[in-house]
């Protein structure tokens, strides 16, 4: 690791010496022959959604994408100070994020889990269904989250929503960014970004993103580290072809980590009320992750407008920690009931995955349609181990007075783990007919493979499904120049990475999903609104039925209905007024009629706004707003021993706000400054009821940044 002097210094140089090299480069004259690659060379200042490939894989705006689909803007990134896959994702409508613990996360929208990330638009599923670690956003340019049914874009079909995260590439034109951040609990943060052209032909192009960020925490013992190296080079091969090649690198170093969290009831069904600091976390626990990812992109343009891609994915992801868990159901009157689970884990996994694609127009009946192509192949291998303990199930004192002061893990017992392969294939094609100059109809679907074997942790993990076909359908009619109207329809198949009590995985998820509404553009097609409602039926679906040591056991239920509609407005309605909103109703049914997913809550807003005052357009000042209504979780109780069963009761969070501001300050086209106040209200509450233990969100804190760019 670098030290905090050596991130500074070079800060410093980078900021003297960055100004004189790119204005010698801007003097280079670029050959008079086309550059096919990126050419982005000033950062937008707009919270609007942008056309994107990620719904459909064909390239089409958000009124012509017949599914919700929002836009987090590299400006709201920046505005905010989002720098975290974690913040970014709260700030989206629909979409909740899971904190289980500080260093696990799950993700959902509309009630259900969020199974895959895409960078540039090619499916990574998550191995285990979360991601490990604090991943950044300092490598992307916008990140895109369509919700709804997925399965013609990501090899299986979820309801909730697809995450896409877009990489920042190379410019054409020289550029550079430099921020330095300071906040509370000792947070120090750098951030550079450089990119142009490496020849004066333009032909060869890079760009380079470093990050680094250092804090400790208002949780006792907890701190982290991140870096983040992000490289990427681009060469015209000639006129129409570019061949790209990227690493991404972040490492996510936590100290005192929590594996579970802090228990949520007593013995007696109350709820309890620790203080915002507490941590079930001992003084020497750590959990470190890596992830290294590479990709080749080879692009070609035809003469008749068709575009071909294919992309060749490697990642490898590990895993290293020793961890100390807390079980069992506190007395209120003793603070007996809670005890020890200390293990060290290592994990290590490695996926490849290849992508290939065509799209472009064709003509049939006198009319221009769209078609994309395509087929994806993906081979995920998982090792893990997990190392016991004898001093497991010591008594613990009430967390009012734990310290973290307890002896390492002797890892004398015998050690348990996994090792996996899991494998898809998937063939797809989508067309977009041109009905007439108003109606459009997209039709799609996509024939999926899948395959597992191995074992986890003592138990065969063998699963095939073999041909599944998940079909796509939707229709958008332009009712004028600014409206249109739309509705969806595609299959649900998604295979599980949950467990029953048992280890075994869960059958697929299969159902359906139905979406329809109204898109428009307003206000000089500067904003964009959306109405949309939408209905899911699942069957199979994982629901948590108790803890398996420190691990969640899942139990599949049928007949599972999900209602809802969603408000969206983004964009600028006034000039020097960007505005991010959304406001989303989900009611989730079982058979029975009766409420389900009940961790998830019915009603949340979204909002994020910034504003240049008028004569003082050099000032900007925003606010973001998140709200929630209340959620509960069915906990189960036991004894004083922390093994005998006493039934269960319900532990809750009541509705709550959290309301964030900023404020930045150009001082000159180069330089500027900004601060960020976090939850202003100090507003205490639960991180998540996912699981039955949670923690609490982080409460009032500030940052300030100073800004060089280029």
């Given at each position: 690791?670098?030290?905090?002097?050596?991130?500074?210094?070079?800060?410093?140089?980078?900021?003297?010496?960055?100004?004189?090299?790119?204005?010698?480069?801007?003097?280079?004259?670029l050959d008079a022959q086309t550059v096919v690659g990126s050419s982005t060379v000033a950062e937008v200042?707009?919270?609007?959604?942008?056309?994107?490939?990620?719904?459909?894989?064909?390239?089409?705006?958000?009124?012509?994408?017949?599914?919700?689909?929002?836009?987090?803007?590299?400006?709201?990134?920046?505005?905010?100070?989002?720098?975290?896959?974690?913040?970014?994702?709260?700030?989206?409508?629909?979409?909740?994020?899971?904190?289980?613990?500080?260093?696990?996360?799950?993700?959902?929208?509309?009630?259900?889990?969020?199974?895959?990330?895409?960078?540039?638009?090619?499916?990574?599923?998550?191995?285990?269904?979360?991601?490990?670690?604090?991943?950044?956003?300092?490598?992307?340019?916008?990140?895109?989250?369509?919700?709804?049914?997925?399965?013609?874009?990501?090899?299986?079909?979820?309801?909730?929503?697809?995450?896409?995260?877009?990489?920042?590439?190379?410019?054409?034109?020289?550029?550079?960014?430099?921020?330095?951040?300071?906040?509370?609990?000792?947070?120090?943060?750098?951030?550079?970004?450089?990119?142009?052209?490496?020849?004066?032909?333009?032909?060869?192009?890079?760009?380079?993103?470093?990050?680094?960020?250092?804090?400790?925490?208002?949780?006792?013992?907890?701190?982290?580290?991140?870096?983040?190296?992000?490289?990427?080079?681009?060469?015209?091969?000639?006129?129409?072809?570019?061949?790209?090649?990227?690493?991404?690198?972040?490492?996510?170093?936590?100290?005192?980590?929590?594996?579970?969290?802090?228990?949520?009831?007593?013995?007696?069904?109350?709820?309890?009320?620790?203080?915002?600091?507490?941590?079930?976390?001992?003084?020497?626990?750590?959990?470190?992750?890596?992830?290294?990812?590479?990709?080749?992109?080879?692009?070609?343009?035809?003469?008749?407008?068709?575009?071909?891609?294919?992309?060749?994915?490697?990642?490898?992801?590990?895993?290293?920690?020793?961890?100390?868990?807390?079980?069992?159901?506190?007395?209120?009157?003793?603070?007996?009931?809670?005890?020890?689970?200390?293990?060290?884990?290592?994990?290590?996994?490695?996926?490849?995955?290849?992508?290939?694609?065509?799209?472009?127009?064709?003509?049939?009946?006198?009319?221009?349609?769209?078609?994309?192509?395509?087929?994806?192949?993906?081979?995920?291998?998982?090792?893990?181990?997990?190392?016991?303990?004898?001093?497991?199930?010591?008594?613990?004192?009430?967390?009012?007075?734990?310290?973290?002061?307890?002896?390492?893990?002797?890892?004398?017992?015998?050690?348990?783990?996994?090792?996996?392969?899991?494998?898809?294939?998937?063939?797809?094609?989508?067309?977009?007919?041109?009905?007439?100059?108003?109606?459009?109809?997209?039709?799609?679907?996509?024939?999926?493979?899948?395959?597992?074997?191995?074992?986890?942790?003592?138990?065969?993990?063998?699963?095939?499904?073999?041909?599944?076909?998940?079909?796509?359908?939707?229709?958008?009619?332009?009712?004028?120049?600014?409206?249109?109207?739309?509705?969806?329809?595609?299959?649900?198949?998604?295979?599980?990475?949950?467990?029953?009590?048992?280890?075994?995985?869960?059958?697929?998820?299969?159902?359906?999903?139905?979406?329809?509404?109204?898109?428009?553009?307003?206000?000089?097609?500067?904003?964009?609104?959306?109405?949309?409602?939408?209905?899911?039926?699942?069957?199979?679906?994982?629901?948590?039925?108790?803890?398996?040591?420190?691990?969640?056991?899942?139990?599949?239920?049928?007949?599972?209905?999900?209602?809802?509609?969603?408000?969206?407005?983004?964009?600028?309605?006034?000039?020097?007024?960007?505005?991010?909103?959304?406001?989303?109703?989900?009611?989730?049914?079982?058979?029975?009629?009766?409420?389900?997913?009940?961790?998830?809550?019915?009603?949340?807003?979204?909002?994020?706004?910034?504003?240049?005052?008028?004569?003082?357009?050099?000032?900007?000042?925003?606010?973001?707003?998140?709200?929630?209504?209340?959620?509960?979780?069915?906990?189960?109780?036991?004894?004083?021993?922390?093994?005998?069963?006493?039934?269960?009761?319900?532990?809750?969070?009541?509705?709550?706000?959290?309301?964030?501001?900023?404020?930045?300050?150009?001082?000159?086209?180069?330089?500027?400054?900004s601060a960020n106040l976090n939850n202003l209200t100090n507003e205490k509450y639960l991180s998540s009821?996912?699981?039955?233990?949670?923690?609490?969100?982080?409460?009032?804190?500030?940052?300030?940044?100073?800004?060089?760019?280029?």
């Open positions: 690791m670098f030290s905090r002097k050596t991130h500074l210094a070079v800060a410093v140089a980078a900021a003297c010496s960055f100004n004189q090299a790119l204005a010698e480069q801007e003097q280079i004259e200042d707009s919270y609007k959604s942008t056309p994107s490939s990620a719904a459909t894989k064909l390239d089409l705006t958000p009124r012509q994408t017949p599914q919700s689909i929002s836009t987090l803007s590299g400006a709201q990134l920046r505005d905010f100070k989002l720098t975290s896959v974690n913040d970014a994702l709260k700030a989206v409508p629909g979409v909740q994020v899971q904190e289980v613990e500080t260093d696990r996360t799950y993700y959902t929208a509309r009630g259900f889990d969020i199974t895959n990330f895409q960078y540039d638009g090619i499916s990574v599923p998550f191995v285990y269904g979360n991601v490990e670690g604090d991943l950044d956003t300092a490598m992307y340019e916008r990140v895109e989250v369509i919700r709804g049914a997925n399965g013609l874009i990501s090899g299986t079909g979820n309801p909730s929503a697809t995450v896409n995260f877009v990489r920042k590439r190379p410019t054409v034109v020289p550029q550079a960014r430099v921020d330095l951040t300071a906040g509370s609990w000792d947070k120090r943060r750098i951030d550079t970004d450089v990119s142009g052209a490496l020849n004066g032909a333009g032909t060869v192009r890079g760009r380079v993103v470093y990050a680094n960020e250092n804090k400790n925490s208002y949780l006792d013992r907890y701190s982290r580290e991140k870096n983040v190296f992000h490289g990427v080079l681009e060469f015209d091969l000639d006129d129409r072809t570019v061949f790209t090649l990227g690493h991404t690198l972040q490492t996510s170093d936590a100290n005192s980590p929590m594996w579970g969290a802090l228990p949520l009831v007593y013995q007696d069904g109350g709820k309890t009320n620790y203080s915002r600091s507490t941590s079930t976390s001992t003084d020497w626990a750590y959990w470190d992750n890596k992830e290294n990812r590479t990709f080749a992109e080879l692009a070609h343009t035809f003469d008749n407008g068709w575009q071909a891609k294919t992309v060749l994915t490697r990642v490898e992801k590990t895993s290293d920690g020793s961890m100390f868990y807390v079980y069992g159901t506190p007395n209120r009157e003793t603070g007996a009931g809670l005890y020890s689970y200390p293990s060290e884990y290592s994990e290590e996994n490695k996926q490849l995955i290849v992508d290939v694609q065509a799209s472009g127009p064709f003509n049939l009946a006198g009319r221009q349609h769209e078609a994309a192509l395509g087929g994806s192949w993906s081979r995920s291998e998982l090792n893990d181990i997990s190392y016991y303990d004898s001093t497991r199930g010591t008594a613990l004192p009430p967390l009012e007075q734990w310290n973290g002061n307890i002896g390492k893990p002797l890892n004398d017992l015998p050690t348990n783990g996994s090792d996996f392969t899991d494998r898809m294939k998937s063939l797809y094609g989508a067309a977009r007919w041109s009905l007439t100059d108003d109606l459009s109809l997209i039709t799609g679907a996509r024939v999926v493979d899948v395959k597992s074997d191995g074992t986890n942790y003592g138990l065969a993990k063998s699963s095939k499904n073999s041909g599944k076909v998940v079909p796509y359908a939707g229709i958008v009619y332009d009712i004028t120049d600014q409206y249109s109207v739309y509705a969806s329809y595609t299959e649900i198949f998604d295979p599980q990475t949950k467990t029953n009590a048992g280890g075994s995985r869960l059958a697929p998820v299969e159902g359906v999903n139905y979406e329809a509404g109204i898109k428009g553009e307003l206000f000089d097609d500067k904003v964009n609104v959306a109405l949309s409602v939408f209905r899911t039926e699942q069957d199979n679906f994982a629901e948590q039925a108790g803890m398996r040591g420190s691990v969640a056991y899942y139990r599949a239920i049928e007949g599972l209905t999900s209602e809802g509609y969603e408000l969206e407005f983004s964009g600028e309605p006034l000039d020097g007024l960007q505005l991010s909103a959304g406001y989303t109703f989900v009611d989730i049914t079982n058979a029975d009629g009766g409420h389900a997913v009940t961790y998830s809550p019915k009603h949340m807003i979204k909002t994020a706004a910034t504003y240049r005052i008028p004569g003082m357009e050099k000032l900007k000042v925003g606010a973001a707003v998140r709200w929630q209504d209340d959620i509960k979780i069915a906990v189960p109780l036991t004894a004083d021993d922390g093994r005998t069963s006493i039934g269960s009761a319900d532990a809750k969070q009541k509705a709550y706000a959290v309301v964030d501001l900023m404020a930045s300050y150009d001082i000159d086209p180069n330089w500027s400054v009821l996912y699981w039955s233990q949670a923690y609490y969100g982080a409460p009032r804190n500030a940052s300030m940044s100073v800004s060089w760019k280029y």
